[in-house]
């Protein structure tokens, strides 16, 4: 079987990349040089080694904590949905800002064959982290944006992006190229954060102007997925954080 970089590849659309792939330190960089500015200080951060480095036992919690306040537990609500979502088989599957990789693993556990997850973010931090920590078999990372994923359309049976979406600078662009890359009859999940009573209260809108970080409306993110033609489009709630599933007809 062929390493799961050399499938990846394969698998990238010529016609998307900004270099030709380079894979010196362990992941497939395809951005063109300093391409990926990032803008925002929250942005900034997820660019910092340093971040990297504390990423799952300190910055992860605390942002799963505040959005579980007044809902039902966010981190056991994830660890379920990765577990519906984990894909089988010869399945394809990409994890869009995948930061250091701690959904990506936990997604390739049951593949077989062919079968290959892909994370995707900008930040080199975060995937040099991702390769040291959360390397498989079946797992590639790759140095994209999420805002023209290299891929060709329909390439994914399953598309996902969680705790991250409130980062990337134009989301709406984001969700649609998650909906480009999805298979007919692939699976797209998304968890990210939700404007609610209490988030006004702690100045949402200035945080996000001084931070880059969002807080998305009830039917901000239904709505969009719906717009690019998905189906079958679920919102569970849960504090200041939603979850997001729907469907690409086919």
């Known amino acids: 079987m062929t390493s799961a970089l050399d499938r990846v590849e394969a698998l990238l659309d010529p016609g998307r990349l900004g270099r030709e792939p380079d894979r010196s330190h362990g992941y497939l960089d395809v951005l063109a040089p300093d391409s990926a500015r990032p803008t925002g200080l929250s942005n900034a951060l997820m660019h910092n080694p340093a ?25 056991s609500r994830t660890d379920v949905l990765l577990d519906e979502l984990t894909g089988r088989g010869d399945q394809k599957l990409l994890d869009v800002a995948c930061g250091p990789g701690l959904y990506t693993k936990p997604l390739a556990r049951k593949l077989s064959g062919e079968g290959v997850v892909v994370g995707l973010d900008v930040s080199e931090a975060m995937l040099q982290r991702a390769v040291r920590d959360n390397a498989d078999d079946r797992v590639a990372y790759v140095r994209g944006s999420a ?10 049976d399953t598309v996902v992006c969680l705790a ?16 480009r890359v999805a298979k007919p009859g692939g699976r797209v999940a998304l968890f990210t954060s939700l404007q609610t009573p209490l988030t006004s209260v702690l100045g949402s809108s200035t945080a996000e102007r001084v931070s880059g970080f969002r807080w998305f409306g009830k039917d901000e993110i239904t709505g969009w997925l719906r717009e690019y033609g998905l189906v079958d489009v679920q919102q569970t709630v849960s504090g200041q954080g939603q979850f997001v599933t729907a469907r690409k007809p086919g």
């Open 51 to 75: 971040l990297a480095a504390v990423y799952e036992k300190a910055w992860r919690p605390a942002f799963t904590r505040l959005f579980s306040l007044g809902g039902s537990g966010t981190l």
């Open 147 to 156: 805002l023209d994923v290299p891929f060709p359309d329909d390439t994914f």
């Open 164 to 179: 991250a979406l409130y980062l990337i600078p134009a989301p709406r662009l984001a969700v649609r190229e998650i909906c």
